[in-house]
């Protein structure tokens, strides 16, 4: 289960926050990217790594990244949030629904380079890309598209076909 960060720790300028990506494909390094670009920023961040459960990929560096295990991996692994960034909308739903239970943090992926409407409130778990100009977005949402036309992955953990 991830731990809820101490939010007095959370505060010190010197301390980022540890993010970890459940997944390691195309879509964690995505996000991966997105979390960089944010660190790069100012935020205060740093990718504590990717867990994935393809075969072998343990010990690899992806975007300069550890692979540090298996999905289940998670308990053991120093993190205050994570992004669950498995490509699959069903088995991101299903982790993420699992997530919820345990009392996960879900941290919010935002490219710096991406446009948010002024009362847009982006809520936990969701990735926004770069290029993406918004108006409302739910919680737990992937956005992915050209700007001005969005197109929704998954809307409130709920997977689209």
């Not at 494909?25 to 994935?52: F, N, P, T």
């Not at 926004?128 to 919680?139: F, H, K, N, W």
Request: proline share 9%; hydrophobic share 40%.
């Amino acid at each position: 289960m991830a731990r809820k960060p101490d939010p007095q720790r959370l505060r010190m300028p010197h301390r980022s926050m540890r993010i970890l990506i459940l997944g390691a494909g195309g879509h964690g390094q995505v996000v991966a990217d997105v979390l960089l670009r944010m660190a790069d920023a100012g935020a205060e961040l740093a990718v504590a790594g990717y867990l994935d459960d393809k075969p072998g990929l343990t010990g690899e560096r992806l975007l300069d990244n550890p692979i540090l295990g298996r999905l289940a991996d998670r308990t053991f692994v120093p993190h205050d949030a994570v992004v669950v960034a498995v490509g699959d909308n069903l088995q991101r739903y299903r982790l993420t629904t699992e997530l919820s239970r345990e009392g996960a943090v879900f941290a919010v992926a935002c490219h710096p380079r991406a446009v948010i409407a002024p009362d847009v409130t982006i809520g936990p778990g969701t990735m926004v890309c770069g290029g993406v100009v918004t108006r409302r977005i739910p919680s737990r949402v992937t956005v992915v598209g050209a700007p001005n036309r969005p197109w929704p992955i998954s809307v409130g953990g709920q997977p689209q076909r």
